[in-house]
């Protein structure tokens, strides 16, 4: 069994903390509309292929 380095109290409250603001982050900062605005600026590849599966699956109902 691997031996694990052993994590200092004070690491532990680093990583407690960052995690409460990376959680305070995402509720607090609006993701959805800056997703949406990247979306309809880059039109990246995958979104494309997203919907055309999306109209391929309605299409065969």
Do not use: N
Request: aromatic share 14%; net charge negative; glycine share 2%.
């Amino acid at each position: 069994m691997p031996i694990l380095p052993i994590i200092s109290d004070r690491q532990i409250w680093c990583i407690a903390a960052g995690l409460v603001a990376v959680d305070l982050l995402l509720f607090v900062v609006p993701v959805v509309p800056f997703l949406a605005a990247y979306v309809l600026v880059v039109r990246p590849d995958w979104f494309k292929e997203f919907i055309d599966d999306v109209y391929d699956r309605t299409a065969s109902h």
